[in-house]
């Protein structure tokens, strides 16, 4: 080795030396200037999700009340006519009412013929659901033509355990299409423990009609009657011994019994008033035929036919359509309509009185059809009839 070469290596050691220093700061970093890296995504966080625990709670489903009477289905007739029934409103027996354990009652529903189908021979009201009540599996319906109103009814008999009962009955067309519904919801309330009396007849607050009657509706042998007052129901027999009694079952309100009767296989409505003695009474049955009592050793009232004018009307008149409303006492009533109010007395069918409108009055006459329709007159020359709802003005109006 020549001196040369000295020099010459020491300065390659060096060389290397620098080198391994720069790469030992290159690789350690520094305090100051630190060497910034890319995130490790896998890293990340990420917000949270509340996860639901309990089950959610759900709004409650708005309360929606049921109308008075069901939308009727519909259905097909022959020949495909349209099958819809109306429910109009409960002649007899509204619903939750009060009747005797094992009382026999006439249910009757007014209903509309609102489809295209004409009710004739073949249709009928059939049981459907509920408590049949003693009740037949269906009863003819009377011819009804398309827009017309039928009263139909069924002769039933409360169940004699206490409780409340239900049923629903539907029409049937003569194709065997079932269709429209009507009901009937009685009360059977439980029998109270009977209190002995030493009053010998029953005072006006211990129930005015009860006791033995002697009745007159015109009929044979259905005079001797037996009532039975429990509160405002009131339940009996009529033509006490004779070979086909009849049942009677009311609701009495002050002086007031109105409800059903029944006998061999007939029913219809009364409507009776009793007089301010309580050994009399007077009135009718399906509204205009009389039918009146007594007492045992008293007379029948002066008046005994008394038709039933009371409640709500629709006047056909001059200068006066529109609503009337009459109230009755037995032979005496009074009322409003659409502008100005009357008054009278009942005789039979026959309606007389006086109308009142600011300064002006003067007489009118009415004669009651049916349960449904009156005609007659006010002035003697002036038409003045009137319906009730379901019904129609009868024709001709007036009648002098």
Same mark, same amino acid.
């Given at each position: 080795?020549?001196?040369?070469? %000295?020099?010459?290596?020491?300065?390659?050691?060096?060389?290397?030396?620098?080198?391994?220093?720069?790469?030992?700061?290159?690789?350690?970093?520094?305090?100051?200037?630190?060497?910034?890296?890319?995130?490790? *995504?896998?890293?990340?966080?990420?917000?949270?999700?509340? /996860?639901? !625990?309990?089950?959610?709670?759900?709004?409650?489903?708005?309360?929606?009340?049921?109308?008075?009477?069901?939308?009727?289905?519909?259905?097909?007739?022959?020949?495909?006519?349209?099958?819809?029934?109306?429910?109009?409103?409960?002649?007899?027996?509204?619903? =939750?009412?009060?009747?005797?354990?094992?009382?026999?009652?006439?249910?009757?529903?007014?209903?509309?013929?609102?489809?295209?189908?004409?009710?004739?021979?073949?249709?009928?009201?059939?049981?459907?659901?509920?408590?049949?009540?003693?009740?037949?599996?269906?009863? =003819?319906?009377?011819? !009804?033509a398309p827009g017309n109103t039928v009263d139909i009814s069924v002769?039933?008999?409360?169940?004699t355990t206490p409780g409340t009962y239900s049923g629903k009955w539907?029409? +049937?067309?003569?194709?065997?299409?079932?269709?429209?519904?009507?009901?009937?919801?009685?009360?059977?309330?439980?029998?109270?423990?009977?209190?002995?009396?030493?009053?010998?007849?029953?005072?006006?607050?211990?129930?005015?009609? =009860?006791?033995?009657?002697?009745?007159?509706?015109?009929? !044979? =042998?259905?005079?001797?009657?037996?009532?039975?007052?429990?509160?405002?129901?009131?339940?009996?027999?009529?033509?006490?011994?004779?070979? *086909?009694?009849?049942?009677?079952?009311?609701?009495?309100?002050?002086?007031?019994?109105?409800?059903?009767?029944?006998?061999?296989?007939?029913?219809?409505?009364?409507?009776?008033?009793?007089?301010?003695?309580?050994?009399?009474?007077?009135?009718?049955?399906?509204?205009?035929?009389?039918?009146?009592?007594? +007492?045992?050793?008293?007379?029948?009232?002066?008046?005994?036919?008394?038709?039933?004018?009371?409640?709500?009307?629709?006047?056909?008149?001059?200068?006066?359509?529109?609503?009337?409303?009459?109230? %009755?006492?037995? +032979?005496?009533?009074?009322?409003?309509?659409?502008?100005?109010?009357?008054?009278?007395?009942?005789?039979?069918?026959?309606?007389?009185?006086?109308?009142?409108?600011?300064?002006?009055?003067?007489?009118?006459?009415?004669?009651?059809?049916?349960?449904?329709?009156?005609?007659?007159?006010?002035?003697?020359?002036?038409?003045?009839?009137?319906?009730?709802?379901?019904?129609?003005?009868?024709?001709?109006? /007036?009648?002098?």
């Amino acid at each position: 080795m020549t001196h040369g070469s %000295q020099p010459r290596r020491g300065l390659i050691i060096g060389i290397v030396l620098l080198i391994v220093a720069s790469l030992a700061c290159s690789l350690g970093g520094s305090a100051t200037s630190p060497t910034t890296l890319p995130p490790d *995504t896998t890293q990340l966080t990420v917000p949270p999700i509340a /996860l639901a !625990t309990e089950t959610p709670t759900l709004p409650a489903p708005t309360a929606t009340s049921a109308p008075p009477t069901e939308t009727p289905p519909t259905g097909k007739g022959p020949d495909g006519c349209e099958l819809v029934e109306q429910y109009v409103a409960d002649v007899t027996i509204p619903d =939750n009412t009060i009747l005797s354990p094992g009382a026999a009652f006439v249910k009757t529903w007014r209903v509309k013929n609102a489809g295209t189908c004409t009710w004739d021979t073949g249709y009928q009201l059939i049981f459907a659901t509920g408590n049949q009540m003693g009740g037949p599996a269906g009863v =003819n319906v009377n011819l !009804t033509a398309p827009g017309n109103t039928v009263d139909i009814s069924v002769n039933l008999t409360a169940p004699t355990t206490p409780g409340t009962y239900s049923g629903k009955w539907s029409m +049937r067309a003569n194709n065997g299409a079932i269709f429209g519904g009507v009901t009937v919801v009685i009360i059977v309330p439980a029998t109270p423990t009977p209190t002995p009396s030493l009053t010998p007849e029953p005072t006006a607050s211990s129930g005015i009609w =009860n006791g033995h009657w002697e009745s007159n509706c015109g009929a !044979t =042998n259905c005079g001797a009657m037996d009532l039975v007052q429990t509160g405002s129901v009131v339940t009996g027999t009529y033509a006490v011994g004779s070979g *086909t009694p009849g049942s009677i079952n009311g609701t009495a309100s002050g002086n007031r019994l109105t409800g059903t009767w029944s006998r061999g296989g007939n029913a219809g409505s009364f409507d009776w008033w009793m007089g301010g003695t309580g050994a009399k009474w007077r009135g009718n049955y399906n509204a205009t035929f009389g039918w009146c009592g007594h +007492r045992t050793g008293d007379t029948d009232p002066t008046t005994c036919d008394v038709g039933t004018f009371a409640g709500a009307w629709n006047a056909v008149c001059e200068g006066c359509d529109g609503a009337m409303s009459i109230s %009755q006492d037995g +032979r005496n009533f009074t009322g409003t309509y659409v502008n100005g109010t009357l008054n009278g007395t009942i005789d039979g069918t026959t309606a007389t009185g006086t109308w009142h409108t600011d300064a002006n009055t003067g007489t009118f006459t009415w004669y009651l059809i049916n349960s449904q329709q009156f005609n007659g007159n006010y002035g003697g020359t002036h038409p003045w009839c009137g319906y009730r709802s379901g019904s129609g003005a009868p024709s001709p109006c /007036l009648k002098p």
